[in-house]
């Protein structure tokens, strides 16, 4: 098996791990006296609906929202709503105010079941009071061309949206809300999980106040001073834990990124690795590129001394902040972005395999879910008439791998955990 071949067998073992329905079995509450409203939402919704639905008695009453172009069984008379991610569209507000609409007519005795997933930020999105959804797409673009962390972007789409931010269990009060949820956000460096910023935590107590948002949007330049304007409005402050609306709210993380992990080391293994080592995927494409590369040597060394390849498992978000305005042309994501800068890192790369991709199998807007780097990347770049240089300045790294052959495509996966990056090193 070559480099290239097991790192494919290696992302795929990591998607299969990262199987949503597999992860609910067991978790979903008994019946309440009244009825039951089961909202899935995000990239892995279809498979955490079938799982609850499995287990569900009683009244239920069914609401999936998906990614368009995510087509996946859902349970027989469940209503699907499609919308747009990772920018909202028309679609991503008609289902935000279904839901709220079939939440607020919950009432005691009855529950809410939340069935949360990564990309719910862009699929349930209602404009906060005197917003548009043009002003919301406005701002989700703007965060996205940022370079922010996932955790910052949140902070501001939950200060200006009429549903997350605990908003959506605050509307179903009296009646119970239960969130289970598959976390795309990666703990913090203490070990933490900022489930508030899972899909900008629409049943949760939100921790950060308006002015969290002000200070993120204050890193934006001129553009972010319209924004702030509107998180200077006290009105757009969101209900915090202890709420009397939320006492009744509780969230429970059914599968995340080191469940993966985990799963990913234990193949290895089984392909002859002698080693593998973790790295938290944090900071800016160009930093992460460098630090992952300055860990070649001592990972070769390992590797010589057991007599086989080592495997590096970076797994999170790394961060791309894009020109502005964004050039025309410009296609790619984190994943292409990180492999890009790992070709002017690792040189000519002797011995080094890597591939960055995106477990939901949508790198940016896609089609592609990442890109391979091999020995000599470099080489066959220039052959090809690219460099990192060009590509970072276009934006444009997928248009890059794809001529060199470099892009891996899966489809959507029906997932949505981090973003890995595994660095397969050959003892040489």
Do not use: Y
Request: charged letters at 20%.
């Amino acid at each position: 098996m070559t480099p290239r071949v097991a790192l494919e067998h290696l992302a795929r073992a990591a998607i299969a791990a990262g199987d949503p329905g597999r992860a609910m079995g067991g978790r979903v509450p008994a019946a309440p006296p009244g009825r039951t409203l089961v909202v899935s939402s995000g990239k892995a919704a279809p498979a955490m609906a079938r799982a609850a639905a499995a287990e569900l008695a009683g009244e239920v009453e069914g609401i999936v929202v998906v990614p368009h172009g995510l087509e996946e069984p859902v349970p027989e008379g469940w209503r699907v709503l499609r919308a747009a991610h990772p920018v909202p569209d028309v679609g991503s507000e008609v289902a935000a105010r279904e839901v709220l609409r079939a939440a607020t007519a919950l009432g005691e005795g009855d529950r809410l079941l939340f069935l949360l997933s990564g990309g719910t930020s862009s699929l349930l999105c209602l404009p906060g009071a005197g917003l548009d959804l043009e002003a919301k797409r406005f701002v989700h673009r703007l965060l996205l061309d940022g370079g922010l962390d996932i955790e910052q972007m949140n902070t501001v789409r939950r200060h200006l949206s009429g549903l997350k931010g605990g908003r959506l269990a605050s509307a179903a009060w009296p009646a119970e809300t239960c969130t289970l949820f598959v976390s795309d956000v990666p703990r913090r460096a203490d070990g933490t999980l900022a489930v508030e910023a899972v899909g900008s935590g629409p049943t949760v107590g939100d921790p950060t106040c308006l002015e969290d948002a002000r200070a993120v949007v204050a890193r934006l330049g001129a553009a972010g001073a319209r924004v702030a304007g509107w998180l200077a409005e006290p009105q757009r402050e969101t209900p915090k834990p202890g709420d009397a609306r939320l006492a009744r709210a509780q969230a429970t993380c059914v599968l995340e990124d080191a469940d993966m992990v985990a799963e990913v080391e234990e193949e290895a293994r089984r392909l002859g690795c002698v080693g593998t080592e973790r790295v938290r995927l944090a900071g800016s494409v160009g930093e992460v590129a460098r630090v992952l590369a300055g860990r070649v040597p001592a990972l070769r060394e390992r590797g010589r001394a057991g007599g086989g390849p080592v495997l590096l498992v970076a797994h999170g978000e790394a961060t791309v902040a894009l020109p502005s305005p964004r050039p025309a042309g410009a296609r790619g994501g984190r994943n292409t972005a990180l492999a890009m800068e790992l070709v002017e890192a690792l040189g000519d790369g002797e011995g080094v395999h890597a591939l960055c991709f995106d477990t939901d199998g949508i790198d940016g807007t896609g089609p592609h879910a990442g890109a391979f780097v091999g020995p000599g990347e470099a080489a066959r770049w220039a052959a090809a008439g690219w460099s990192a240089g060009r590509a970072r300045e276009g934006a444009c790294s997928a248009v890059a791998f794809e001529a060199v052959g470099g892009l891996w495509v899966t489809g959507r996966t029906g997932t949505n955990l981090s973003d890995l990056c595994l660095m397969w090193v050959e003892a040489g």
